[in-house]
């Protein structure tokens, strides 16, 4: 048995936050980051169609990007404090995880961090709260999904909490929010989108319903994604319902070891002064493991597909020739969004440079510990392709140098 499961409710187009009207409730806490959505008027917005909804708001602020287990605890105690009936997270993909987690520990204070974080195992929410999830980036599509990713600063991992659970109960996906990105954050959350889309469709949990989501999601990030970057709004809007759907294709057919590799690489150079930026980590090593996956038959035939889908190769090739068609497209992509190939070239900005925040020596030294790592990861087990510890560590020094995979 197999189960999938979306949020009850999806606005979508322009204007869908005026949903938030028909909510029924008494006290509404919204949560919100570092200010973009103050900014750019939409908190101001949320909060009138809420309190027109007859509700008593208040506002959580100041999330931080990739949110830690300590602004967890705090945005739970306000909640405990406030007693809302309804959570309505705002922004990018880390206010929502944040007031994703903050909503299990709202609904259970004595839970710890550890045990939020045995995969599928919370228990039943929505006892005090129902969530709304709005997003205002177009990657995480966390406002449809079972996922949460909350960075433990002392271990500098991020952990994924992963339950149906904290899947929403409301989407707002208004592309209104996502048209205030800057050109590197649409590169960076276009490109999450694209690896959830393509881990999703080769994951070994895929199936009759995930797959016609993540192909299409392909599609369309595959037409829509440069020229967002570039400044076309239409293709802007298109990349939020894309995905979104890539969201709702991942959520139930889980992820691979992009993901492993991206959540154990993150956070953990920060004493050097950056963060991996997860879309663009993402950006990196997807080519690399398509090459690794592609020595599974399952993978081969699947990632041939793709290239089949996004007509990038000719249909008669063997599927070996559509992989490389696929890795080639997906790193020009990269060059077209000014995101680097390897880790050895990401700058402390994010950009190409030629060398990196990352020391080679502190690389190597911290090598074993990250495969370890990724390898224990959330996201390996639906990997159509298992590493050993010594094949992750091969696959990261390739993401470090830009070098061929050929294992
Ligand atoms: N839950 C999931 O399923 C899932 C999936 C993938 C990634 N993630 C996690 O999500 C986090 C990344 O989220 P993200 O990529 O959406 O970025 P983010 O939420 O970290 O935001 C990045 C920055 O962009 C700004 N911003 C957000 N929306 C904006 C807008 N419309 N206009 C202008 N500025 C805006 C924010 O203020 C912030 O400074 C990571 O922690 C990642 O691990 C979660
Ligand atoms: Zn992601």
Redesign the pocket.
Known sequence: MARFTLPRDLYHGKGAMEALKTFQGKRAMICV????MKK?GFLDKAIAYLQEAGMEVKVYEGIE??PSVETVMKGAQAMLEFQPDWIVAM?????I?AAKAMWIKYEYPDITFEDMCKVFGLPQLRKKAKFCAIS??S????EV?A???ITDYAKGI?YPIADFEITPDVAIVDPE??E???KK?VA??GM?AMTHAIEAYVSTANCNYTDPLAIFAIKMIEADLVKSYNGDMAARDAMHDAQCLAGMAFSNALLGIVHSMAHKTGAAFADYGAHII??AANAMYLPKVIAFNAKDPTALKRYGQIADYMEICDKNAPDTEKVKALIAYLRKMNDDLNIPHCIKNYGADSYPCEQGFVPEKVFLERLHDIAVNAIGDACTGSNPRQPSVEEMEKLLKCCYYDTEVDF
Do not use: E, R
């Open positions: 980051g570092g200010g973009s750019f990007p990739d922004g990018g993909g880390s206010p995880d205002s980036t990657g995480t599509a966390t999904t996922f949460s990713i991020k929010l996502a205030t990105m800057p954050l960076h959350t999450d997860h879309g």
